[in-house]
């Protein structure tokens, strides 16, 4: 352990229990790890990818295909391990796809880099190659990138298709796409940048995966609130409460004593007044809608259907916002200042009931900036899974549209990226030389691993690819069915330059990060303070805490 003999007492600077690894056993240890992740998602790349299925504590079930759901429900302890987990969290949250991709690349870029450190080259030599290597890629990417127009619809519909492929929605991908682009569509906004938050997905059980439908307008996942009210209002005006509409009870202590059954009265009646009061605020303004943030008193409930006014209480905060959005009114925070301004329009609200649970239409706004696209499926695990596809086709048109930059898949811009990456380690030279032409085999192992999870040969798929590419045909890529190098950009087959860059960013320091580790030093969790307390006989139990590994 960290302890040095001094005048023949060992000295420890560690509490006891702690461990520590340092040098070559740590780094095996690191790239054993981050190997160990890559490879537990490795099968699900590409079209013909195949599933996991994750059962946690409780028993509940995942299936998926989506490489950051996969990394995120298993129960990771390795700290190197977690780092993989970090860059697929990353590549999720900054393009909503390509997150097998980069951990694959990261796995890979440190399996290469272990074979450099057993010809004793310096980790730093391989952190300064690869460094190069990443900046050197995404110059390269940019020559192979395809400008496209956002108005081009059927282009997008490929990039939509490209990213739900081997994500359980086989045979609607083409519906499911263009529900994609039609949202992604409806909410850019006039700066050009899309939030896909203000496209809201709806999850419901039931039906097949072609009922699945784009609401132009807010689906809210409640039902009125009175059955008195009506079920369907046309050329509704809505108002946005995010105040109840209740009598507050007062902070302040106060006493009220009451002697004779009037006054009892005369106090419920004022109650009562002022609830009809509010309700007559909102009537006022013309209101025909409400849906309220908070709760609304049973007796207002009353005096609501009782005009007639459709009510939702309890509205989440995000769903609120999009109300907003969709309608065109505002969100107000006291009755009393409700004015028709204030008012979404819409031109129907209806309830309806998908599956066995009702649901509130919000439709046919003028010019929603908010929309809702409604899922179906036999079963809970296929919707769940068509959520994750449709989240990732809506982030990845929404990329597309920002950037209008395209890049064709099947493995084209990694076989592309190796080859020029070994043309330009020859100019480099030295030790560097060897970790950018490390970064360039990596690269192949997208294409590789696309080969093999379709079950075709990996090296002869590679040899057909570089060949292609050598000629100069940047696009050619793997064709899954037939396994023959074919133009992707002819197949449809797209993706946003932007999910190749970040995949490549993220990997490359992920690996660099992980390989300048050279100790590992783990203090043991709930030991007693000061590492002293629970020992045998004081000092004694210091034996047998050398040779401990994790």
């Known amino acids: 352990m960290a302890a040095g003999q001094f005048g023949g007492t060992p000295i420890l600077i560690l509490k006891e229990g702690s461990q520590r690894t340092a040098g070559k056993e740590a780094q095996r240890s690191n790239i054993m790890a981050a190997k160990a992740v890559a490879g537990a998602v490795r ?20 299936i998926t295909n989506d490489g950051v759901t996969i990394l995120k429900e298993m129960d990771i302890e390795h700290p190197a391990a977690k780092m993989m987990v970090e860059i697929a969290k990353t590549q999720d949250a900054e393009v909503g796809d390509g997150t097998t991709t980069a951990v694959v690349l990261a796995g890979e870029l440190l399996k290469q880099a272990e074979g450099l450190l057993d010809q004793e080259i310096h980790p730093t030599v391989i952190a300064a190659g690869y460094r190069a290597a990443a900046d050197k890629s995404l110059e390269i990417l940019k020559t192979i990138a395809v400008e496209v127009s956002v108005k081009d619809a059927e282009f997008l519909k490929k990039i939509a298709v490209t990213a739900m492929t081997g994500k359980g929605s086989g045979t609607a991908r083409d519906e499911l796409a263009n529900l994609a682009v039609e949202a992604v569509k409806a909410v850019v906004d006039e700066d050009g940048s899309v939030d896909t938050d203000n496209i809201t997905v709806e999850k419901k059980v039931g039906g097949g995966i072609t009922d ?19 079920k369907k209002v046309t050329g509704a005006k809505i108002a946005m409460l995010n105040a109840a509409i209740e009598i507050e009870k007062t902070e302040v202590d106060a006493k009220i004593e009451i002697t004779s059954p009037d006054q009892l009265q005369a106090f419920l009646d004022q109650e009562e007044s002022m609830l009809k009061g509010m309700v007559d605020d909102i009537m006022a303004t013309g209101a025909n809608v409400v849906f309220c943030q908070k709760g609304i008193d049973d007796l ?17 905060k995000s769903d609120m916002e999009k109300l907003a959005r969709a309608t065109g009114g505002r969100v107000v925070t006291s009755i009393h200042d409700l004015t028709a301004n204030d008012l979404g329009k819409a031109g129907l609200v209806e309830e309806r009931k998908i599956g066995d649970e009702k649901m509130t239409f919000v439709e046919d706004c003028e010019n929603p900036k908010s929309v809702s696209i409604i899922l179906r499926g036999g079963t809970e695990h296929v ?3 068509l959520q994750r596809a449709m989240e990732d086709a809506l982030r990845v048109v929404g990329v597309v549209v920002e950037d209008k930059m395209l890049v064709p898949g099947g493995g084209a811009p990694e076989v592309e990226l190796a080859l020029r990456l070994r043309e330009y380690a020859a100019t480099v030279g030295g030790r560097e030389q060897l970790a950018i032409e490390a970064f360039a085999d990596s690269m192949e192992v997208i294409p590789k691993t696309l080969a093999e999870n379709a079950g075709l040969d990996q090296i002869d798929s590679l040899v057909a690819l570089r060949s292609q590419h050598e000629k100069g045909i940047k696009s050619a890529g793997l064709d899954m069915d037939t396994g023959e190098p074919v133009d992707m950009l002819a197949l449809g087959v797209v993706e946003p330059l932007r999910v190749k860059t970040q995949a490549i960013n993220s990997a490359a320091e992920a690996a660099v990060m992980i390989l300048r580790i050279d100790d590992v030093i783990a203090s043991k969790s709930g030991g007693a303070p000061g590492g002293m307390g629970g020992m045998p006989g004081g000092m004694g139990g210091m034996g047998g805490m050398g040779g401990e590994d994790y």
């Open 300 to 316: 207002a409930q009353h005096f609501l259907a009782k005009v007639g006014i459709y009510t939702v209480r309890r509205v989440k």
């Open 43 to 62: 099968t699900t790349l590409g079209p013909k990818g195949m599933d996991k299925m994750m059962v946690d504590t409780m028993g509940d079930v995942v």
């Open 212 to 230: 699945s439908e784009l609401v132009h307008g807010m689906v809210i996942d409640k039902d009125r609130l009175h059955p008195n009210m009506p």
């Open 383 to 385: 919707v769940d899974e």
